[in-house]
C-alpha cells in the first residue's frame, strides 16, 4: 500500500521559514519523480515542484522560485520542501505527490500538512 506522510506545517509569520518532510512507504520511491502541490482555501489544486527520481532535476512555479527549495533522500525515502521568505499567499494545505508537473493529478496523495503564514 502507497503511503505518503506529510509533516513540518505550522503557523509562521511572513517572511519565516519552515521545512515539510514527506516520508514514502509501500513503492519504490527513487524510482519515481516527486512533487509537492498546495490547496489555498476556496481554491482547486496548485503544483508547486517537483524532482526528478535521481533528485537532478527541479522545477518550480513562478511565485515560488527562489524560495523555496526541493529536495530527496531516496536512501531514507523521503521527500522536503524548503519554504523561506513565506508570504501570507503561500497560506495552504501542501501534499506530497507521486509524479512530476505533468502527471501529478494522476498520482498518489499524502493527507497533506497545514502552512499558514500570519501576523
Known amino acids: 500500500e502507497v503511503q505518503l506522510v506529510e509533516s513540518g506545517g505550522g503557523l509562521v509569520q511572513p517572511g519565516g521559514s519552515l521545512r515539510l518532510s514527506c516520508a514514502a512507504s509501500?513503492?519504490?520511491?527513487?524510482?519515481?519523480?516527486m512533487s509537492w502541490v498546495r490547496q489555498a482555501p476556496g481554491k482547486g489544486p496548485e503544483w508547486v515542484s517537483d524532482?526528478?527520481?535521481?533528485?537532478?532535476?527541479?522545477y518550480y512555479v513562478n511565485s515560488v522560485k527562489g524560495r523555496f527549495t526541493i529536495s530527496r533522500d531516496n536512501a531514507k525515502n523521503t521527500l522536503y520542501l524548503q519554504m523561506n521568505s513565506l508570504k501570507p499567499e503561500d497560506t495552504a494545505v501542501y501534499y506530497c505527490?507521486?509524479?512530476?508537473?505533468?502527471?501529478?493529478?494522476?498520482?498518489?496523495w499524502g493527507q497533506g500538512t497545514q502552512v499558514t503564514v500570519s501576523s
Open positions: 505527490v507521486t509524479g512530476g508537473r505533468s502527471t501529478w493529478k494522476r498520482g498518489y
Open positions: 524532482l526528478n527520481s535521481g533528485g537532478g532535476t527541479t
Open positions: 509501500g513503492f519504490t520511491f527513487g524510482s519515481y519523480d
